[in-house]
């Protein structure tokens, strides 16, 4: 009687230890089916897409699934929305996007689409229909890295999870992707190990003058409102903030496979989608200082020239005025938003040389200036005198503080790239103040 409790009882450890062992199969082989991919897509025709933008897409045959985790979601009616932007402190969200979902509603509205479109294609269709190329990289991870990897991004995906603190260089929706790959249990810090002390070509303000420069108001505002920070050089590791950088540095990238040795990180690649409207520059603008320095001298001498050869004629006058007030709105609302920068968390505004360029100063001068344009009435005689006088000041420190910025180029303790926007603002106020002291004479002659 006890051999035969004895056998049954052998019997049974030996149904759980195979129960057991065909589990640990199944789930080997469910993590052995993943693929795992990064798309990249390249610049698009808004602002906010000049940078590119990327996300991760993990096949999962097992499940029947294609889901694609983005970090680049916004919206604009979050609490708040605007004062957080302005205040540098935007919140991004990680959202999960099914191909099954999106290829069912393109299905709905169009039946006789072909039954054999691959799930990038769905993943992909809104971008390629903004005439943006796209790239797809298929990752060569370990079994359990796939699923680890996957695992952290549907529990990055769901509230309260989901949202992330926005930073335009240092924490943005490539950033994330670069980092979810590189962390505990998946890649575990081997990206960074390599890519770190590799140097990167230019900086973030020349990334950002390099993508930006065929949407020329978008160039100059930020040319303008960047400081010092966004000239520092920066490593491979920090030039992945921008999506098609890291695509690239992934290809040539080696990690250590399930034998331990190093192995090619991208399995195989293709391009999906190749733009014939958006096309990434190699190189910023070279030669963009000799245009800001025409439109400076150009603007310049003709202020001056209509307020001296203007006479006693309103029309050269208010056209005068008009170019003034018009480049000391801009330059003082530069002025203000670089003030207002040191205030919030946008730190690559902060110890911005172009202050001395555009500064609030200029604001003043932008109402003040047709005191001095414009015909006097006769009981404005006083009035006239002390703003004629504020904007007369007002010009004289604006230049000033213009020669200022000029002149501490020579030290070695400031080097952030401001010649172009020098070589704009530095003629136009030392137009401004002839014209204004011209204006000024005149009328005390006439006196």
């Known amino acids: 009687m006890h051999i035969m409790w004895r056998v049954l009882g052998l019997i049974l450890l030996l149904s759980s230890m195979a129960l057991a062992g065909v589990d640990g199969l199944n789930g080997q082989s469910a993590d052995q089916s993943l693929r795992v991919y990064l798309m990249t897509i390249g610049p698009g025709g808004l602002a906010y897409e000049r940078f590119g933008h990327n996300q991760i897409w993990v096949h999962d045959p097992q499940a029947k699934t294609d889901i694609a985790y983005n970090y680049g979601v916004f919206d604009f009616e979050q609490e708040n929305f605007f004062w957080r932007f302005i205040q540098g402190r935007m919140l991004y969200q990680c959202q999960a996007i099914d191909a099954g979902l999106i290829e069912r509603m393109y299905r709905q509205a169009n039946p006789d689409l072909p039954a054999d479109i691959g799930a990038d294609y769905w993943l992909a269709a809104g971008y390629m229909a903004d005439g943006r190329s796209v790239w797809v990289q298929e990752l060569n991870l370990q079994p359990a890295h796939k699923r680890a990897l996957a695992d952290f991004l549907a529990w990055n995906a769901h509230s309260p999870n989901n949202e992330y603190r926005y930073d335009y260089y240092r924490d943005n929706c490539s950033t994330r992707v670069r980092d979810a790959l590189d962390g505990p249990k998946v890649l575990d810090g081997q990206l960074r190990q390599q890519l770190e002390g590799q140097p990167a070509q230019g900086t973030y303000r020349w990334h950002t003058r390099r993508l930006t420069q065929e949407d020329v108001p978008l160039y100059v505002a930020l040319y303008t409102v960047l400081g010092e920070g966004a000239d520092v050089a920066i490593n491979a590791w920090q030039e992945t903030f921008l999506p098609v950088r890291l695509m690239e540095q992934l290809r040539g990238l080696k990690v250590k496979g399930a034998d331990g040795r190093a192995q090619p990180l991208v399995q195989r690649e293709y391009q999906l989608y190749a733009s014939k409207l958006y096309q990434e520059q190699a190189q910023p603008p070279r030669y963009w200082w000799l245009a800001g320095l025409a439109i400076g001298v150009g603007l310049g001498g003709v202020i001056v020239g209509f307020s001296s050869w203007g006479g006693r004629k309103l029309i050269w006058r208010l056209v ?63 009035r006239r005198g002390t703003m004629s006088l504020i904007a007369y000041w007002c010009s004289l420190m604006a230049l000033g503080l213009s020669i200022l910025g000029l002149v501490i180029k020579l030290l070695p303790w400031f080097d952030q790239a401001n010649v172009e926007l020098i070589c704009l603002a530095l003629p136009l106020h030392a137009g401004i103040f002839m014209a204004i002291r011209l204006r000024s004479s005149r009328r005390a002659q006439r006196r």
């Open 320 to 382: 005068a005025g008009g170019l003034i007030s018009a480049w000391s709105l801009l330059a003082g609302t530069g002025g203000l938003i670089q003030t207002w920068a040191w205030f919030t968390d946008h730190v690559v505004g902060y110890w911005n040389e172009n202050w001395l360029q555009c500064n609030p100063v200029s604001l003043v001068l932008a109402i003040v200036v047709f005191w001095v344009v414009l015909p006097a009435l006769p009981s404005s005689h006083g």
